[in-house]
């Protein structure tokens, strides 16, 4: 009988994160996460991503990542480790796009124990080790050339190098490794290139502290923290975020022409925007650093309100200017894959780099995290399930680089990146960026707190966790959703006391119902339903959401879809592809009448299995278009068309065709 008390005991006492297990909840979070293997999924539309992620994805990504084919990346840390000989090979970055791939590779490993992708991992992981200088240093560049004679070769001399990049992505990695593995192989590398940080950013000049492009550096030195417990990673992360508003005069297209504490609105290029939010964001949660909140707050609100896309992608346009519109002209200069004006969110060309729809939601997972608000849940589930997603093929192993809302076989203007989902794409970050994102899905579906467990996801999952004050609560949860709304979560084993359950009941589901035990409680949509009581072994809750489907309108002030609608489906956003369409007739025809009516119908051999919605819209008179801007307009005469949508995630895996998101209105 002791020994569960002593157990209590010492949790209580734990206040550093002990290794191999669940860092704590934030001092300035209301919900933390859940251990890494905590939830399963068991069945359904995650467990089918997850074992897509797997068996495709991972063995995908190490085939090209452990080859040297296409680019360099583990041949890279060979090369500087001086286990071969040759040159840099690839952009910078290569090396942070590798330990992307291990920490997806070590999430996949903490649900499944494979031997197999422990020892990859662990033979990757030495050659990343002797590749380390003995101070720590660790950027494959810079490591090479100093191995073939180029001693001017030095750390951070150009902040295009990505080298923080580098860091932040090792940190990461490292700590999803030690908490899946309990091994601090990859772990000490990263404490070792930690202490080379503090070291250099000691007395850092102005343009050392502007070298934070692409800045995975801030999550992942605070992750760092949390998985050993040492403050000075800490302390680090907070220095380094002071240092670029210190040496604020940069450019938009970095974040840090403006102290980032002084900033109201998202610019610049919108990974390395969402990346310095979610590394914010780990600060805060971290220290309560209202000066950080408070900025985070309204570039969120400028983000969901004028400039991301219904299905969370971020950055519209793949070459903007900022500050836009500016009176003094001197200031304004490109953008790479820019945010972009507000309301301006244009389809066709619409950039959407997959990455920053990875960062979104990696920023929402925070924002929720520091506040317990629905609304952060909700972003992050509709940028999952749409933005992210359709980075990837249902097969799991091609990718965008970019993510379009219209694809028209004849576009306004050509394009840089393939139209098409590519097995190698030679900026290649978003392939591994998305194998992270699906192999911890898992993870970002629960939460917890003083108060009890949290969920933010709906599927057919298990999750078997200790709450803060170290009391161990099991649960399942059962559900076809997002097919269907129906979501029933029965709780296996529960401590003694009382406990809450949070439920997510998300914006869009006016009318949801909550049961426990059969007996209803009162549920507000857009927030969390706490359902508070002692619990025992087989109690029930059973949430019904409504699943109709829903016409969507933007903002008048967005030009480009004035007078045109989309159809949402609880948090899926669908598209209307060629393939569904009879022959002759192109997506631009189609209008939706005003009184349109889907029918939802499950495909179980569609694309994987998709929920589907049938209706009856029109085609509008097409006369094709010459070479003319303008004509004169003549009244079309309609005809009915039987139309089929499918979730826009599912879209471009039947080979070529034209898509849209967006549909003009009919009569
Ligand atoms: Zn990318």
Request: charged share 25%; with cysteine.
């Amino acid at each position: 009988m002791r020994r569960p008390v002593l157990a209590v005991l010492l949790a209580a006492v734990c206040v550093a994160p002990a290794a191999g297990q669940t860092p704590p909840v934030a001092p300035h979070a209301v919900v933390g996460p859940v251990g890494i293997a905590d939830a399963r999924w068991t069945t359904g539309f995650w467990a089918d991503r997850f074992e897509t992620c797997r068996t495709a994805t991972i063995p995908a990504l190490a085939a090209v990542m452990e080859g040297t084919e296409h680019s360099q990346f583990l041949h890279n840390f060979r090369i500087a480790a001086g286990l071969a000989d040759g040159k840099h090979r690839g952009p910078p970055w290569n090396d942070g796009d590798f330990y992307k791939w291990l920490e997806a590779a070590a999430a996949v490993y903490a649900v499944t124990k494979d031997a197999a992708l422990d020892k990859q991992m662990d033979d990757a992981i030495a050659v990343v080790a002797k590749a380390q200088r003995a101070d720590g240093y660790l950027h494959t560049p810079v490591l090479i050339a100093n191995r073939n004679g180029d001693a001017g070769a030095r750390p951070f001399a150009d902040r295009l190098n990505f080298e923080m990049y580098n860091f932040g992505h090792l940190f990461t990695a490292a700590c999803v490794h030690h908490r899946a593995t309990g091994k601090k192989t990859l772990l000490g590398v990263a404490v070792k290139a930690a202490d080379f940080l503090c070291g250099a950013f000691e007395h850092p000049t102005p343009e050392l502290a502007r070298n934070a492009v692409c800045p995975s550096h801030y999550t992942g030195t605070v992750e760092l923290y949390r998985t050993t417990g040492d403050k000075k990673y800490l302390r680090l992360a907070v220095k380094l975020l002071d240092l670029r508003d210190a040496a604020a005069g940069g450019t938009d297209d970095n974040q840090d022409r403006v102290p980032f504490r002084k900033q109201t609105e998202a610019v610049g290029h919108a990974v390395r925007a969402n990346y310095l939010y979610a590394g914010a964001a780990d600060v805060c949660a971290e220290t309560g650093d209202e000066t950080l909140l408070d900025p985070l707050k309204k570039i969120w609100a400028n983000v969901v309100t004028r400039k991301m896309y219904l299905t969370g992608a971020c950055g519209a346009l793949y070459d903007g200017a900022s500050p836009d519109g500016s009176k003094d002209q001197k200031q304004i200069a490109r953008v790479h894959q820019a945010y972009g004006r507000d309301y301006q969110l244009p389809n066709s060309t619409a950039h959407n780099e997959t990455c920053a729809a990875v960062g979104n939601a990696l920023w929402n997972w925070r924002m929720l995290q520091i506040t317990g608000d629905a609304k952060y849940a909700d972003v992050m589930e509709v940028t999952l399930s749409n933005a992210v997603l359709a980075g990837v093929s249902l097969d799991g192993k091609r990718f965008f680089y970019t993510n379009t809302l219209r694809q028209l076989d004849t576009m306004p203007v050509p394009l840089r990146w393939s139209r098409r989902r590519e097995e190698w794409i030679s900026c290649y970050c978003c392939p591994p960026n998305v194998a992270r994102t699906v192999a911890q899905a898992n993870a970002y579906a629960y939460g917890r707190s003083d108060r009890g467990v949290w969920v933010h996801l709906f599927g057919g999952s298990t999750l078997d966790t200790t709450l803060p004050d170290g009391r161990r609560v099991k649960l399942k949860q059962e559900t076809d959703y997002p097919w269907d709304g129906r979501v029933k979560v029965t709780v296996e084993s529960a401590p003694a006391g009382e406990l809450s359950l949070f439920l997510r009941v998300p914006g869009w589901a006016e009318g949801a119902t909550i049961t426990v035990n059969g007996k209803p409680v009162t549920v507000t949509a857009g927030r969390y339903a706490e359902v508070r009581r002692t619990w025992a072994a087989g109690d029930a809750v059973e949430l019904a959401l409504p699943m109709k489907p829903r016409l969507v309108e933007a903002n008048p002030l967005v030009e480009e879809i004035r007078n045109q609608v989309a159809v949402m489906r609880g948090p899926l956003v669908y598209c209307l592809e060629s393939h569904d369409l009879p022959r002759g007739v192109g997506v631009q025809a189609v209008a939706l009448p005003r009184d349109v009516k889907f029918a939802p119908r499950f495909d179980r051999n569609l694309l994987g299995g998709v929920a589907v919605l049938e209706g009856k819209a029109e085609v509008a008179a097409d006369q094709p278009w010459g070479d003319e801007l303008y004509r004169e307009f003549k009244p079309p005469a309609p005809r009915p068309v039987d139309i089929k949508l499918i979730p826009y995630y599912a879209w471009a895996n039947r080979g070529k065709s034209e898509m849209t998101v967006w549909m003009p209105l009919g009569r």
